[in-house]
């Protein structure tokens, strides 16, 4: 959804909500949308991949994608006040989320951890046996 939403703001340019561009005056409305579609096509990426490094990659985009909504649903509040709740809900919704499936990520790479040193505690007693 992030690097949807991040694209087509970046090619339709000039047509966001005044909350928005309130909240990341001049060119930081830009780079938030460059961040959101980049760090969610990182993300992205590393979901299809069916690897380790595919994992780590894409917690590194997941990392930096929650950064991003909630400091927009700070940025949010902070300008807009109570008008900008709804907005910033949104966007801590989002970064939850993303938390959520870091914390999975956490647990798959221990798993894998603890499944390599398993194996290769297994092969080094077959070595000795030898």
């Known amino acids: 959804m992030s690097v949807v939403l991040g694209i087509v703001s970046i090619l339709v340019s000039g047509t966001t909500s005044?909350?928005?561009s309130n909240a990341f005056p001049g060119d930081t409305e830009n780079?938030?949308?460059v961040s959101m579609a980049v760090f969610g096509g990182l993300s992205l990426y590393g979901a299809l991949q069916r690897s380790v490094v595919g994992l780590l990659v894409e917690r590194a985009g997941l990392?930096?994608?929650s950064?991003?909504?909630l400091g927009y649903s700070v940025a949010v509040v902070?300008?807009?006040g109570f008008r900008g709740i709804t907005p910033a809900v949104f966007g801590l919704a989002i970064a939850v989320a993303n938390v959520a499936r870091l914390v999975q990520i956490s647990?798959?790479?221990k798993r894998v951890k603890a499944s390599v040193a398993a194996e290769c505690t297994a092969d080094s007693g077959q070595d000795e046996s030898r």
């Open 18 to 20: 005044p909350g928005i």
């Open 31 to 33: 780079y938030f949308f």
């Open 63 to 65: 990392i930096v994608l």
């Open 67 to 69: 950064a991003i909504y």
């Open 78 to 80: 902070s300008n807009s």
């Open 107 to 109: 647990r798959d790479l």
